[in-house]
């Protein structure tokens, strides 16, 4: 087996003196690059946002890049609209997708942010039953859900870094074979997934995936959708298309990113090497 394209994703979201710092930092075989956002813990309005490029397709060289149009901005949910304006300038999409991970890391950390937030544990775990309503396995299966949010975790307040993720793409081939293997890390979910596809389609032969830590044993059973890729062709499948095969309403949303994120690496690695001949 020869590995042929690896990708890497590092959230991480932290108290810094009075203000909330997420950083997503990204190196691939592709480019090494991080988006970085200062927000209020309070309004999580954005007080600074910096796009840093340490390596791309084109060159390499250090470049900070501050994005003032981010500013002001509240980092939650919604702000998709407002940031792919404010990032305009940059010509960059990949920009879009890591500052929407830092927002999302932002989202996750809000579990340990309920004094700043205004919420008890009571009423920020009922919030996200309310917003999450049949949208999950877990949020379409709460009658059978055995925890609660913070009794799955084991505490409402942490310290030092308040929220971890880690991301990873590996792309293999063997023979007529790709092997694809897509793994999320971080502090309260652990998601795997494994393709096999063909080397000349992008058919999916064979398809598994796994929740090896999960908020209740009713989030494993999104697993046995994965069986739902094979046969098709992975290249070019919309993110909205993955979901629907793999449950829509009962599907796992991590294990739905993880099966985009592989599409993306497998069209990466097909740019990349099309390039270089």
Known sequence: MQCIFQRNWHSSVRMEEQNLLSEVTYCGTDREVCARLMVNPKTLIVQKAVWEIYRTPDEAGYKALDIPDMVGMEAYFGSGGNMRKALQPLQDPFAGELFAEAVRGIIQAETFLLEERGYTPASYEQYWTDFYKDTC?????????????????????????????????????????????????????????????????????????????????????????????????????????????????????????????????????????????
């Open 137 to 277: 396995c877990f949020f379409s299966n709460l009658d059978r859900v055995s925890l609660g949010w913070y009794e799955y975790i084991g505490y409402s307040t942490r310290g030092g870094i308040l929220f971890n993720r880690m991301k990873s793409q590996i792309l293999s081939l063997y023979g007529d074979l790709y092997h694809l293997g897509g793994h999320i890390n971080d502090s309260f979910h652990g998601v795997a997934v494994d393709l096999e596809l063909e080397r000349d389609t992008h058919r999916v032969k064979s398809a598994r995936g796994g929740l090896l830590r999960a908020p209740d044993p009713v989030c494993k059973e999104a697993a046995v959708y994965m069986k739902q890729l094979e046969g098709k062709l992975l290249s070019g499948m919309s993110k909205k298309y993955i979901a629907q095969l793999l449950g829509a309403s009962n599907s796992c949303v991590h294990m739905v990113d993880l099966v985009f994120d592989g599409q993306e690496t497998l069209a990466l690695s097909n740019n990349i090497r099309e390039d270089s001949k």
